[in-house]
């Protein structure tokens, strides 16, 4: 069996448990690369040993050269610095953009037909700037956040009621950020809307949950942010590229106009194949929420306003 190549920049906790997911699931073989050679080999040679056990054929290496990436169908980047307790994704701006842009620049040298999915923060503003840096086609630079905040959205939600999270039907979009959107109009349970299951105040907890969810996890731990829950949304994503499953989904992705937004990548419901992006789904959110996910769409332009002038003056 042929299986897809796929390199995971960063052997922190989200690649690394990325990586284990998908040689365990025989989804792929792995690359996993860290500034920390030793490091990657490590947890590597650790993933490799446990996937034994789960019959699994896949294999990985790990290593510092980024040259190992060469021919990969996917680059799944998480490398950069995570959120300390009362940190916003968006200060990590500068910090992660430099990182970001080097390793895009050699993912365009040693695999310029890869996919790229972007899981570092701040998501939205570095899967633009590695659009950016890349010169790909839009279709297949994809940032990792609605998966996992609709994750979270259902899985409070099913908390909160006592039921399945399974029965929950629900969708966040916007920017992965204090102004995302859960989709509380169209939020089901087995087919029952969420309205006629919760009054105002406690949807409004649950919204807010939702928006706040990551900040709780990086206050509980105090030295780490989530890592379980975004590598296996991650790993959802990739499973649907690489068994070209056609699902729809929430991403961040290049907006042309979808929703009154131009110009920026933003979650929105997309189609993920084989090639990528291969649908954006513009529907009828109604008015408030279209109100609510453009306000998101503008503080994501300013971050990446704010990004853009500080590489306009480091050069």
Do not use: W
């Not at 990985?60 to 490398?79: H, R, Y």
């Amino acid at each position: 069996m042929s299986l897809k190549r796929v390199s995971i920049i960063g052997a922190g906790n989200v690649g690394a448990e990325i990586a284990n997911q998908l040689v365990c699931r025989e989804l792929a073989n792995v690359l996993l690369i860290d500034k920390i050679g030793d490091y990657a080999k490590g947890k590597a040679l650790d993933i490799l040993t446990s996937a034994s056990l789960k019959n699994s054929a896949s294999y990985i290496v790990g290593g510092e050269d980024l040259n190992l990436i060469k021919d990969s169908d996917i680059v799944v980047i998480t490398a950069g610095l995570p959120r300390k307790p009362g940190m916003s994704r968006e200060e990590l701006v500068d910090a992660n953009g430099k990182i970001i842009s080097d390793i895009v620049g050699n993912i365009k040298i040693y695999c310029p037909d890869a996919i790229i999915i972007m899981v570092t923060n701040p998501l939205d503003v570095m899967s633009y700037l590695a659009y950016k840096v890349s010169g790909f086609d839009s279709q297949k630079v994809i940032g990792m956040a609605g998966v996992l905040d609709t994750a979270r959205f259902k899985a409070f939600i099913a908390n909160e009621l006592g039921v399945a999270a399974t029965d929950v039907n629900a969708m966040v979009l916007g920017g992965h950020g204090n102004e995302m959107v859960p989709l509380v109009e169209s939020a089901t349970v087995s087919g029952v809307p969420l309205r006629q299951l919760a009054d105002d105040e406690t949807i409004e907890k649950l919204v807010e949950r939702t928006r706040k969810g990551g900040a709780e996890v990086v206050s509980l731990l105090k030295t780490g942010s989530a890592y379980y829950a975004p590598a296996i949304s991650a790993v959802e994503m990739l499973e649907c590229i690489i068994k070209d499953r056609k699902s729809l989904l929430p991403a961040s992705v290049l907006l042309n106009g979808q929703y009154g937004i131009d110009g920026i990548f933003l979650g929105v419901p997309v189609v993920l194949g084989s090639s990528g992006v291969e649908k954006i789904i513009e529907y009828d959110i109604g008015e408030n929420e279209l109100k609510m996910l453009q306000n998101s769409a503008s503080v994501v332009k300013d971050t990446i306003q704010k990004l853009e002038e500080a590489i306009s003056t480091a050069q």
